[in-house]
């Protein structure tokens, strides 16, 4: 009885791992190409928008983005099938959180100072008090 629970309760968190790394790369890759494609009004203006739709669906960070967004949410509707959406909601959207931060801080190289970062420590208490 302990063991099947203890095996649920890893099952569950290697979901939820698994829809935070991915929608957390998802939020990065998309980001970041957005950076790379750089002003859409402005290429709207000079193109058109089959311009700006060319422009943002022909760079691969946008698409890889896109990918991993995919695999975020069938990896979220997988969770719910199995485990309780009290508990896969919740987690998921706060470690999503706190992985953006710091992703944005070292990947995008985005100032995320320690208001945020103290945030993101108060979010991980509330999952923690959320897992128990």
Do not use: Q, W
């Amino acid at each position: 009885m302990n063991l099947a629970s203890n095996a649920s309760n890893g099952s569950t968190a290697a979901m939820i791992a698994s829809i935070v790394v991915s929608a957390t790369a998802g939020d990065v890759l998309t980001a970041s190409a957005m950076r790379k494609v750089g002003d859409l009004d402005l290429i709207r203006a000079h193109r058109g928008l089959p311009g700006a739709i060319r422009a943002v669906l022909g760079n691969l960070r946008f698409l890889a983005g896109l990918l991993c967004m995919a695999i975020s949410f069938f990896a979220l509707l997988f969770a719910l099938n199995h485990a309780d959406l009290s508990l896969i909601a919740p987690a998921s959207a706060s470690l999503t959180f706190v992985s953006n931060a710091f992703a944005a801080k070292f990947f995008l190289k985005e100032n995320v100072d320690r208001r945020r970062a103290l945030a993101a420590v108060c979010v991980c208490i509330g999952v923690a008090l959320l897992a128990h």
